[in-house]
């Protein structure tokens, strides 16, 4: 287990592994079509951050396994529709906000800013003219993940 999670319950602990990858189905399925780039750019995210030298590593380490099969894995749970999977999602990722003061804040604040990456990075991965990285409506909303607050600013 990742030492900054010690003080987490069990489905606290879940919640934090399984985040990354609710970001990627929530950003990249916002305009109703989960595209295989989005989820491509989603695991580029995961491995890059893998080999970095951040408070982050030994997280991406675990959460990096097998990562394209949990978001398939993932996506299967949740219904195909977009407006029925969307609310979901995000009311399982206002969960966080419960987790911050249970963090180390150097972890916590790393933790949210590659959320906030990933789900930029996943929005502007596909779409647009001929593939041109323009983001739809749909995946800016839910890309500056507005349901998190800021564990810096909690």
Same mark, same amino acid.
């Given at each position: 287990?990742?030492?900054?999670?010690?003080?987490?319950?069990?489905?606290?602990?879940?919640?934090?592994?399984?985040?990354?990858?609710?970001?990627?189905?929530?950003?990249?399925?916002?305009?109703?079509?989960?595209?295989?780039?989005?989820?491509?750019?989603?695991?580029?995210?995961?491995?890059?951050?893998?080999?970095?030298?951040?408070?982050?590593?030994?997280?991406?380490?675990?959460?990096?396994?097998?990562?394209?099969?949990?978001?398939?894995?993932?996506?299967?749970?949740?219904?195909?529709?977009?407006?029925? /999977?969307?609310?979901?999602?995000?009311?399982? *990722?206002? +969960?966080?906000?419960?987790?911050? &003061?249970?963090?180390? =804040?150097?972890? @916590?604040?790393?933790?949210?800013?590659?959320?906030?990456?990933?789900?930029? /990075?996943?929005?502007?991965?596909?779409?647009? *003219?001929? +593939?041109?990285?323009?983001?739809? &409506?749909?995946?800016? =909303?839910?890309? @500056?993940?507005?349901?998190?607050?800021?564990?810096?600013?909690?």
């Amino acid at each position: 287990m990742i030492p900054q999670l010690d003080k987490l319950t069990d489905a606290e602990a879940e919640l934090i592994l399984r985040a990354p990858v609710l970001v990627c189905i929530l950003v990249a399925g916002a305009d109703g079509h989960i595209d295989r780039k989005e989820i491509k750019e989603a695991i580029a995210v995961a491995r890059k951050q893998k080999e970095s030298a951040s408070v982050l590593s030994g997280f991406f380490t675990i959460m990096a396994e097998d990562f394209e099969d949990k978001i398939k894995i993932l996506i299967q749970s949740y219904p195909y529709e977009s407006t029925q /999977r969307t609310p979901l999602i995000v009311e399982e *990722l206002q +969960g966080l906000n419960q987790l911050w &003061p249970k963090l180390d =804040r150097v972890f @916590a604040s790393a933790y949210y800013t590659m959320l906030k990456n990933l789900a930029s /990075r996943i929005a502007s991965s596909s779409g647009g *003219l001929l +593939g041109m990285k323009r983001v739809s &409506p749909e995946e800016a =909303r839910y890309a @500056a993940l507005p349901m998190i607050v800021d564990p810096g600013k909690s």
